[in-house]
């Protein structure tokens, strides 16, 4: 007998899947090619090892990956979630093939989609209600806390730099203005020496004057 309601929930399952990996992971050990090897030791010989590889057949063809030693606990945990994926796949192909048999192809997919939707929403509210980990609370505070420090240090930076440019305009103004005064100071010295070249001259020439008469 058809059953919605757990139609829903292997829907929901589905939904929340993890990654999945294809196939098994085994454990190898190998002989090396050194004459004096452990591993070739007549008494106690110890291979190398282990290693890891996955094996899978996808498409009718047989094939291997290899593992990483850091990245055993991961394939495990994703050739584990692949196996539930299958069997989540069988058990909802079971669910529709009956609803199908009792209220018929359009009735049943009618059915189908709504659990599928209400799925959705009951997922997204949890997901909406749910409280972050507390590591990423952690983490935002931290990213916060550098944000606000970054924040502070921009603006001393720039209340400096603001500083300076005032600063540079104001000793800039006294440096123009003394250039004008000396300008004119030497203007006023040229005019000066001048003057004064010409009362000698004019003085020498009364003199001379003077001795002539």
């Not at 899947?17 to 030791?41: F, H, T, V, W």
């Not at 291997?64 to 069988?90: A, C, F, I, Q, T």
């Not at 305009?169 to 250039?179: C, D, I």
């Amino acid at each position: 007998m058809a059953d919605l309601k757990k139609f829903e929930g292997l829907i929901e399952a589905f939904i929340q899947i993890q990654p999945p990996l294809p196939g098994n992971m085994s454990e190898q050990y190998k002989a090396c090619g050194k004459p004096r090897c452990r591993c070739k030791d007549e008494n106690n010989p110890r291979p190398h090892g282990p290693y890891h590889q996955v094996s899978y057949t996808l498409n009718r063809k047989s094939s291997s990956l290899s593992v990483k030693p850091g990245e055993v606990d991961d394939v495990r945990k994703m050739n584990e979630s692949y196996k539930n994926l299958r069997s989540l796949l069988v058990q909802l192909s079971e669910e529709s093939v009956s609803l199908c048999r009792e209220s018929g192809a359009t009735e049943a997919r009618r059915q189908m989609s709504e659990a599928i939707s209400r799925a959705k929403s009951k997922l997204g509210a949890s997901r909406r209600n749910q409280k972050p980990p507390l590591h990423l609370l952690r983490s935002r505070d931290k990213w916060k806390q550098k944000a606000l420090q970054r924040k502070e240090s921009l603006e001393k930076n720039r209340i400096r730099i603001r500083d300076l440019n005032k600063s540079r305009e104001k000793w800039r103004n006294e440096a123009l203005r003394l250039r004008n005064k000396s300008k004119k100071l030497q203007q006023s010295q040229v005019a000066d020496e001048k003057r004064i070249s010409e009362l000698k001259s004019s003085l020498e020439a009364c003199k001379d004057n003077k001795k002539n008469s």
